[in-house]
């Protein structure tokens, strides 16, 4: 048995760790069988034995039996004990909020002064009476929502348009829409993940339509917005009718002069969107790459943006450093994803795209990254395959992995836009095997006013996964915003939001009931509360399989 001291505040680690239910173990990389040590901020030694750092699911708080002072959170230096000092709250908005640049000004909001309730975590209790409220005989609430239109039953759902527009020459971008136009009608624009298009985003066509003006666009290079000629041309080396030659001839075409998939590129291209298709500032809402894409144009356009909703989005892009940010390390790549591509690249790419390409993969990337497996992503898996046999499609993917990073890192996209007070709202699918809920609470804990909402069962995708759940919350938060904070978030009733919230929403698809259950982090977020629970939980879990 191994021995490790850990010195510190345990709320300084980046932990993974999220109160109320199972989660990815912040000790999972650590062998089994270890003895770990933690020094308290009250500097008494606390032992604890980790058995095994993974264990069944568990929807439940648990309380960690150690030798805390008995003043329990009172001689812990955090937030909790600051909340103990309250038992009732009465407070309001802030007076002024600045939307973005349209000077808008939020009026002072009071709220009910609050009690307690069930599934939230209040500022009188300890964690210890939080642990007994979430035992596994005490009931989450549930919130029955909507389900999606049924045509087949009636029911009334936006109709949607498809689109083309043409930014630059040979430059033709796909785009779908619904909804008003009407001046009332906030429009709402929906970004793609890599490798997938507007199409994506059916479910929110559909359905936020009936209320909003709602657009999703396909990147430049991927979807529909492929280029319907070659970027470059060649000298007669290559066998005409090898389509999967395109980017790879001897010179580049005039329209492709200085053409690279880059994520810059695609923030570029939004900006143009909004500007002369869309004409108005826009809810911005960004699934993975379309999240760092999200992120990166409001942090460069604030004037243009509403709000900002991350759905499971990617804190990185690109392998290769960007010649703006790294000049002189950039010149040791001299290949950015520009055509034509070189090509002592061909070979391996290629290797690697029929690997890609290959149906089974599609297939078992489906699976990989849907958590609910009873979801139909046969429309989803078609149109992938569809997007892969396009001639265009093996350069543009080599384009894509050559490009470099963006001019804006993701931290300092959020640094913007926190300095701009452009809103923002995370929803993460908790069984991402991708991008792990950690990346969204690390966004939550640089901005701790930010409402988080973490959705399990719900994988990379939960946008299309569980639709009705994220189509509520971003309707719940939309009209929050809209209403200058007088309409709650969605799950908090007339309560503060600065604690956490758990419920259970149930909705009926294909004449089935279905539940979910979602997470709301307040502003009073803590690190050190999360890794509490989590470890508590592992140990209540232990005990009950010793017994």
């Not at 959170?73 to 909790?80: E, N």
């Not at 209790?125 to 009636?154: A, W």
């Not at 890609?356 to 989803?380: C, F, M």
């Not at 939960?462 to 189509?471: A, I, Q, R, S």
Request: glycine letters at 6%; a neutral charge.
């Amino acid at each position: 048995m191994t021995n490790i001291i850990v010195v510190g505040f345990v709320d300084s680690l980046n932990s993974h760790a999220i109160s109320g239910h199972q989660s990815q173990s912040p000790l999972s990389n650590f062998p089994p069988y270890l003895h770990i040590h933690f020094l308290t901020p009250a500097y008494k030694l606390v032992s604890m034995e980790i058995i095994s750092s993974h264990s069944t699911p568990c929807y439940h708080l648990a309380t960690l039996r150690h030798n805390f002072p008995e003043k329990t959170l009172d001689s812990l230096p955090s937030k909790f004990s600051r909340r103990r000092k309250h038992k009732f709250l009465h407070t309001s908005l802030p007076s002024t909020f600045r939307l973005n640049n349209y000077k808008t000004v939020r009026k002072s909001t009071p709220l009910n002064t609050i009690k307690g309730a069930e599934g939230v975590i209040n500022g009188d209790e300890t964690l210890e009476n939080v642990t007994k409220r979430r035992q596994p005989n005490v009931s989450i609430p549930k919130v029955v929502i909507p389900g999606l239109p049924d045509d087949s039953k009636g029911d009334v759902s936006a109709p949607v348009r498809s689109g083309e527009w043409e930014w630059k020459p040979k430059f033709r971008i796909h785009y779908e829409r619904s909804g008003s136009r009407n001046l009332d009608s906030p429009q709402i624009l929906f970004l793609p993940g890599f490798g997938v298009g507007s199409f994506h985003y059916e479910k929110q066509l559909k359905d936020l339509g009936k209320d909003y003006g709602v657009w999703a666009m396909d990147f430049l290079g991927q979807g529909m917005s492929l280029p319907c000629e070659d970027p470059t041309q060649s000298n007669g080396d290559l066998e005409i009718g090898k389509n999967f030659m395109w980017g790879f001839g001897d010179e580049t075409e005039p329209w492709a002069d200085d053409l690279v998939y880059s994520i810059d590129l695609w923030q570029e291209q939004v900006r143009y969107f909004i500007e002369e298709v869309i004409k108005e500032p826009v809810y911005i809402v960004g699934n993975s790459l379309g999240g760092y894409v999200a992120l990166y144009f409001a942090a460069c356009n604030p004037n243009l943006v509403k709000g900002v909703t991350l759905l499971n989005a990617t804190p990185f892009w690109g392998f290769f450093p960007n010649p703006i940010r790294s000049p002189k390390l950039s010149q040791l790549f001299p290949s950015t994803g520009t055509f034509p591509l070189p090509p002592r690249v061909k070979k391996i790419i290629e290797i690697v795209w029929e690997k890609i390409r290959d149906p089974r993969t599609i297939g078992e990337i489906l699976k990989q990254v849907y958590a609910d497996h009873s979801t139909n992503v046969d429309k989803v898996f078609s149109r992938i395959l569809e997007i892969t046999e396009h001639p265009a499609a093996l350069a543009s993917f080599a384009s894509i992995m050559l490009a470099p990073q963006g001019e804006v890192s993701f931290g300092e996209a959020l640094s913007r836009c926190k300095i701009h007070g452009i809103p923002i709202c995370l929803m993460y699918g908790k069984e991402d095997p991708w991008v792990r809920p950690i990346w969204g609470l690390q966004v939550k804990r640089q901005l701790p006013d930010a409402p988080y909402y973490q959705i399990s069962p719900a994988g990379h995708c939960p946008h299309d996964e569980v639709p009705e759940v994220v189509n509520y919350l971003l309707r719940g938060w939309i009209k929050n915003l809209e209403s200058q904070g007088f309409i709650a978030l969605p799950l908090l009733d007339d309560e503060s939001g600065r604690y956490d919230v758990a419920k259970d929403l149930e909705y009926v698809r294909d004449g089935t009931k279905k539940s979910v259950r979602v997470w709301f982090y307040g502003s009073e977020f803590s690190m050190w509360s999360k890794f509490s629970s989590f470890v508590n939980t592992q140990i209540q879990d232990l005990s009950f399989k010793l017994r």
